[in-house]
């Protein structure tokens, strides 16, 4: 996942559960799932999520699977982390790699790189000052995407009251998209001035703790899922994915949703699981 976000999105409740779904498909699932940092977490950097959390926990599912190679599946800004992870560590134990709504290119992210316009925005002084990222200000950054989009949701609500698997499927989908996690401060430093500033995964230049990253060192195959009306990663900012990976087996497949409906709910089930489920079958032996 995004560090910003929870797993439980992916494991909603019995018969919405992507990962019910892995687990009778025959894979065996584990998730990393972020926990918020705390004020004295405040110093965490890129290079203490690419080089030492995903390996450690890379290494712990090695230890307790027993196998020596995996699949790693990144959603969002998780994506972003899995290439890094990828990219430097292409040596393995990464067999396959897989996307959803990954950016690479942040200047196409139009709203986001206007509100963290290095003109306006002094994301040291902000840093310098708080520490972590309060989550409400995450939380706002994705309402102002859309600014009509919780009203418009909630008069729907509203249209479908006396339906209870409306109103259910609401809660669950609500509770998730506004339980964000703060972020610390020197990643979110990072992330504003080497990426939504300088466009480095994009132009090429990105480095982690000191070492290069080149996407064209990732020779797994690679599937990247993006979604037709994703307002939060446009499709132009996710295109450069694949062309830029170095991998003889890649595909994009672009599918109906937007950048959660894509993922997780019913249109999940009828599009998304079922493409990744034949796609990693036969490269899972």
Known sequence: MATTNRGYI?????????????????????????????????????????????????????????ETDISVIGYCFGGVLSLLYGSIFADGPMKNLICFTTPIDF????????????????????????????????????????PASRVTSQLQLW?????????????????????????????FRCITKDLMWDNKLYEGTMSVGGRAVDLSKIKVPVLHAVAEHDHIVPYES??????RVGSSDKEEVMLKGGHVSVVAGPNAIKRLWPKLDSWLGGRSI
């Open 238 to 243: 996710a295109r450069h994915l694949i062309p």
């Open 10 to 66: 992916l494991d909603l409740v019995p018969g919405q559960s992507f990962i019910e779904f892995l687990l009778k498909r025959g894979y065996d699932v584990y998730m990393l799932d972020w926990t918020p940092p705390k004020p004295e977490e405040k110093h965490l950097r890129m290079e203490d999520y690419v080089l030492d959390f995903i390996p450690d926990c890379v290494r712990r599912v090695q230890q307790d699977s027993g």
């Open 107 to 146: 200047r196409e992210m139009k709203l986001f790189h206007n509100f963290a316009d290095r003109r306006y925005f002094d994301v040291d002084r902000l840093v310098d000052s708080v520490g972590n990222l309060p989550p409400e200000t995450i939380l706002s950054s994705f309402d102002m995407l859309r």
């Open 159 to 187: 249209e479908n009251i006396w339906n209870d698997e409306y109103v259910k499927s609401y809660r669950m989908f609500d509770r998730w998209a506004t339980d964000i996690l703060p972020l610390a401060g020197e990643y």
